[in-house]
């Protein structure tokens, strides 16, 4: 088994079924396959070998942090 599968990726069903008609190995997935929204970013990330930072999210999520910082709960 991959440590990188439809595993982890999909839900225990989906992934069963998928890997019965396809393969456990995402390289192996057709593109109607794969998922969509931020797990479609990853798989396409994993199979690129690339590494996506979303700059805004992480800067936003730091300043909600500082918030919390600076002027407590």
């Known amino acids: ?5 439809v595993y982890g990726v999909f839900q225990k069903n ?3 079924a998928i890997e019965r008609q396809h393969s456990v190995n995402l390289e192996k997935l057709s593109s ?5 929204g931020v797990k479609g970013l990853d ?3 994993y199979l690129n070998n ?3 930072v979303d700059r805004n999210n992480i800067k936003s999520f730091l300043r909600q942090l500082y918030y919390l ?3 407590g709960l």
């Not at 088994?1 to 599968?5: G, L, T």
């Not at 109607?32 to 969509?36: F, K, L, T, V």
């Open 1 to 5: 088994m991959p440590d990188y599968s």
């Open 32 to 36: 109607h396959i794969q998922p969509g």
């Open 43 to 45: 798989v396409e990330s």
């Open 69 to 71: 910082l600076c002027f």
């Open 50 to 52: 690339e590494i996506n």
């Open 14 to 16: 989906s992934a069963e």
